[in-house]
Structures are given as structure tokens and as C-alpha cells.
């Protein structure tokens, strides 16, 4: 079932200009939804409040870019799943030896929530529509970004020319920026 | 099962967006198969929850513009308030008609869209409820076989070539639901709402006729000897080789409408007798009795958005989808108090939502309604 994007993106774009009444229109949508989501995940009554309040405060805090999102359900969805997520991994952290809790990575958190959780449904679009590329577009562009082979070593692996290599990562490039032509990214 | 740390090792990865894609599955793999171990009281906890958060978050957000009508100080808003039961039970009083109560918000949000539901009726009289069938189970009735696929889509096969009785049935779907079935030549065709599908139970060498009453999207296969596919209204008769199209006929409206998707249609008027007229794609085609047959081009997504799960407002057609809105949740209609605007809206509003989320979405888009109960407790929709 395809989303109502036109609707909702106006309901974003007056959000985004600070509009409160759309705001809790906004909630008053999907807040059900979530919340039921959201138990299914979480036991504690107090902690689902806290996930499901830092979830609409980083889209308020968050609400300039708004207008930028084609899917609000799957925004909604990626934001809630990163915050039970995140909650999780903070309650487990204190069941853990010190040893353990050493030898973690260290989770950046500088970069202020709603920011990460931006970036995440930014980098799962991107992922997506990398997978949507044709295969050998989608094979030299992984071997270039993800396994950062110059475009020499990429065309001896694959016994390609060089100018070859550089057409097909200027196709992915066109495509992934036209894919996310609103989001902010430097790719 | 993933030891602790190393799952909290590649939650933390995933968090830092610094995971790579085989990762990435396992990460989603657990965090969908997780689940608290207390399920009871869902949808109670869910309000609850709901509720507590909105409170908090408003004070969260704390902006200096509020929505509080600023003149009314206490005195005054207790003033205004039994004024206005005042007036409200002097209307009651006075009135001769029973009034309509407003019906509340959980008396709405307890309005469900449409729902996959739709009954075969045999020529016998026997009836078969498809939404009844389970996923992947298949039953035989005479030389008919219904199967529900693992994706929940009802083929209709015959199952005995030797024993050709062929049969005349219905299918009908009711108000507040929709389905999809598929005919013995392959041909899909979605019913909306209130609709009705006459069709025989095998098609034979020749023609394959249908007859159809309200709404229905068709995709029709070509056939291997190409016959044709003719669908009937009471009011016209549509003729295909192989093509996507959508037919508007209830018999409540009073035009007929046949838009085409993919390929090439012929439609005939069977009250004006007039000359077949051929549609392109992106066409639509208006039959109104007596009036000869109106052909325009239009935007094929308003038409079809139905079965996309949309209702599609074109700008000009605010009644027209109200008609759906109230076919889709089984409601009525009270139009006395609409004043048709030049400005109407256009845009598109997702259909799989309770009442009182439609109800919402259509007063942001500025198309004002109010939903009452009415005597037999009834649901009444008033556009203003």
C-alpha cells in the first residue's frame, strides 16, 4: 500500500515551521501505533514513556528536516526501532563485567540523538538504493566506497578499462543522488 | 542464541551507523524476533501510554504561542461554558426532531476501514465466504476448485475438464470491504465496496462475459485463442482483447465510469444504441443514460487510487470521494450544509485508517467534518 505522501508532507512542512496543531496532529496518528510497537519491545511502562517522548522531541528538535522524509512510517519505524535499540543496549551494558564493558566500542555520542537518528534513516535509504543499482554498477561502486580499491585496482580485478570503472561509478553516483536529491549527504 | 555481548557489540555498531551488512541482519533479525514476555493488556497499556507521553511532551516543548483564546480569563470561561449547555438543551428542548448526538471520539476510532471480505454465491444459492478460507487451503465444489495462495490471494480453477457444467455465480462484496479474486482465464479483478461481480464458473471457447455492479479494476489476460473480454453494466458494455482498466458503475450514481490503465477498450452505450467508442490509455469514458458518452483524459491515479489504498481528491470531485469514504466504513452521508467551494482539495489520503484518524487528516486538509450518531446508531458524516 503505497503512503499518502502528499498529505503528510504537509502536515511535515507546517511542522517544520513550527506549527504546534500539526505537531500534535502528527501524534495523534501514529502516537497508537508506536506505542503498541513499542510495548511489544519494552516491559517497563516508565521507559516506553521515555522512548516514546525522545522520539517525537528529536522530531520536533529535528523538525527543519522534516520536509525532506518520503516515507513518514518508515522514518517513524527507523527512529523507534534506534532508540529501543539504544535503551537496550544501556540496560544490558550494566548486567556486564567491567572487562566486557571495556572491550565494547565506544558509542558516539557527542553527536547529539536526533542527529544519529537522522543519519541512520539516511544511511538505510542509501543502502537501499544501492542494492537497487544495476549489478556491475552496483559490484564496482561496492568495491570503490565500501571496499575503498582505487579505480586501478578495481579495473585489474574485474579486467575492465579504467574509463569503463569511472562511467559506472558516475552512473551510481547520479542515481543515489537523484534517489536522495533532498536528504543531506556528500557522497 | 547470540551471546549478550556480542549482540550488544553489534547494537552498539549499528547505533554508530559503522555496521557492515551482514551485521546489519543480525541486528534486525534479533531486534524483530525480540519480544517482552508480557502481552497482556495491550491495547490498554498502549492508551495509557499514549496519553501520559502527549502531557509530558507538551511541556517538553514549551512554546510561548499557545492555542488559549487569550480574553478568557477563569470567571469568564465557567461563564461560557454554562452558557453553552444552556443553549444547547433549549435546542433540544424546542426542537421537534430528535437530535443527532455528536458521536464521540472512541465511537469513532472504532470505525475500522475496509476489510478483505467478499462472498461467492453459487448458482444452488450456496454461499462461500472467501475471508473464511485459510491461508493455503483449497475446497471443491463440484467441478470448481477455490484456492487461497500463501499470500492470500483466492484463484478460482476448474478443476474437471470432462464435466463442463457451467454456473452462474456471484461474487459480492459488502460495504467497509474490498477483495481481489482471480478468474478461471487468469483475469484479477478487484472489487470495491459494495460491489458485485455475475460471473460464469469457466469461460468456454468464445466471448467471456462478466456482469458488474458498482466498482471493479480489471486485469485482464489474453486469452490463447484471443477471445474477447466483455464486462456489462446495466448501462454499457466494455469490450477488451488483453488490459488493465477500472469500471465505476453503482447503481445508486447515476454515471458510469471506465477508465483504462494499459492497452485499448471499446465501450458501447446499450441505452443510446450510439457507435462503440474506442479508449486510449490514460481515457476515461462518462455514461450518463441518455446523454451520448463523454470521453476525457485524465490523471489515470485518481481513478485507480483505490486500489492503491488512496482516496484521491482531484480538486473537483469532494462529493465523489465522500461517497466512497462512505461506502469504505459503512457510513452516511449528510451533504445539506455543503457549499460547493472554487477551492476544493487535491491530494491523496491513505484508506487503511480508523475513522477518527480520517476525520483528523480531512479537517487539517481543511475539508470540514463533523461525524454524528444517528437514531438507529448509525454513523453520519456532515461535510461543511
Known amino acids: ?187 | 542464541m547470540i551471546q549478550k555481548y556480542q549482540l550488544i557489540q553489534l547494537i552498539t555498531k549499528f547505533l554508530n551507523a559503522k555496521e557492515n551488512s551482514s551485521q546489519k541482519e543480525e541486528v534486525i533479525n534479533w531486534y524483530n524476533q525480540h519480544s517482552t514476555y508480557d502481552q497482556k493488556l495491550l491495547e490498554e497499556k498502549a492508551a495509557v501510554l499514549q496519553k501520559n507521553t502527549k502531557t509530558r511532551l507538551v511541556k517538553s516543548i514549551n512554546s510561548p504561542k499557545t492555542n488559549i483564546v487569550k480574553f478568557l480569563n477563569i470567571r469568564n470561561a465557567v461563564a461560557a461554558s454554562i452558557l453553552l449547555i444552556g443553549i444547547s438543551s433549549l435546542i433540544f428542548f424546542l426542537s421537534n426532531t430528535a437530535k443527532d448526538k455528536l458521536a464521540t471520539a472512541n465511537q469513532l476510532a472504532s470505525v475500522q476501514p475496509a476489510q478483505e471480505r467478499a462472498i461467492i454465491t453459487l448458482e444452488n444459492g450456496k454461499k462461500i465466504e472467501l475471508d473464511k478460507l485459510k491461508i493455503n487451503e483449497t475446497i471443491q465444489i463440484d467441478n470448481i476448485t477455490i484456492s487461497k495462495d500463501e499470500h492470500g490471494k483466492v484463484s478460482y480453477r476448474q478443476s474437471d475438464s470432462k464435466k463442463e457444467i457451467i454456473q452462474l455465480n456471484t461474487l459480492s462484496v459488502p460495504k467497509a470491504s474490498i477483495y481481489s479474486l482471480m478468474l478461471t482465464d487468469g483475469t484479477i479483478v478487484t472489487l470495491n465496496a459494495g460491489s458485485k461481480l455475475i460471473y460464469p464458473s469457466s469461460f468456454g471457447d468464445g466471448d467471456r462475459s462478466v456482469f458488474l455492479e458498482g466498482e471493479g479494476y480489471f486485469e485482464v489476460t489474453k486469452s490463447k485463442n484471443n477471445t474477447r473480454f466483455i464486462v456489462k453494466t446495466s448501462k454499457q458494455q466494455v469490450t477488451v482483447l488483453g488490459t488493465k482498466f477500472n469500471i465505476k458503475a453503482y447503481p445508486e450514481e447515476t454515471k458510469t465510469q471506465t477508465t483504462l490503465a494499459e492497452g485499448k477498450v471499446s465501450i458501447s452505450n446499450l441505452a443510446t444504441a450510439e457507435t462503440a467508442k474506442i479508449l486510449m490509455p490514460n481515457q476515461q469514458a462518462t455514461n450518463n443514460n441518455f446523454s451520448p458518452m463523454s470521453i476525457e483524459t485524465i490523471d489515470i491515479e485518481n481513478a485507480i487510487g483505490w486500489t492503491k489504498g488512496q482516496f484521491c481528491f482531484d480538486g473537483k470531485n469532494t462529493t465523489a470521494v465522500f461517497e466512497e469514504i462512505a461506502r469504505w466504513y459503512d457510513v452516511d452521508m449528510d451533504y445539506s450544509n455543503y457549499q460547493r467551494n472554487t477551492t476544493q482539495y487535491k491530494g491523496k489520503i491513505p484508506r487503511n485508517l480508523s475513522l477518527d484518524k480520517l476525520m483528523k487528516l480531512l479537517n487539517f486538509a481543511e475539508i470540514h467534518t463533523k461525524a454524528s450518531l444517528t437514531n438507529n446508531q448509525r454513523i453520519k458524516l456532515q461535510l461543511n
Open chain 1, 1 to 187: 500500500m503505497e503512503d499518502a505522501n502528499s498529505l503528510y508532507k504537509d502536515i511535515l512542512l507546517d511542522v517544520s515551521s513550527g506549527n504546534e496543531k500539526a505537531f500534535a496532529l502528527l501524534y495523534d496518528l501514529f502516537a497508537e501505533d508506536l506505542s503498541k510497537h513499542i510495548l511489544t519491545k519494552v516491559g517497563d511502562m516508565l521507559t516506553a514513556e521515555d522512548i516514546l517522548h525522545d522520539l517525537f522531541l528529536s522530531l520536533w528538535k529535528n523538525r527543519k528536516k522534516l520536509p525532506e522524509i518520503k516515507s513518514l512510517p518508515a522514518y517513524l519505524y527507523s527512529s523507534c526501532r534506534y532508540l529501543i535499540l539504544s535503551y537496550y543496549r544501556n540496560k544490558d551494558k550494566l548486567s556486564m563485567s567491567n572487562l566486557d564493558i571495556q572491550n565494547l566500542d565506544i558509542l558516539n555520542e557527542d553527536i547529539p540523538l536526533e542527529e544519529r537518528m537522522h543519519y541512520r534513516y539516511i544511511i538505510d535509504i542509501v543502502n537501499q538504493e544501492i542494492e537497487n543499482l544495476p549489478e556491475k554498477c552496483r559490484e564496482i561502486f561496492k568495491l570503490s566506497r565500501v571496499d575503498y580499491l582505487s579505480n586501478k585496482e578495481i579495473a585489474q580485478r574485474l579486467a575492465i578499462s579504467e574509463s569503463t570503472i569511472e562511467k559506472h561509478i558516475n552512473k551510481a553516483i547520479k542515481r543515489l543522488r537523484l534517489a536522495s536529491k533532498n536528504l543531506t549527504i556528500i557522497l
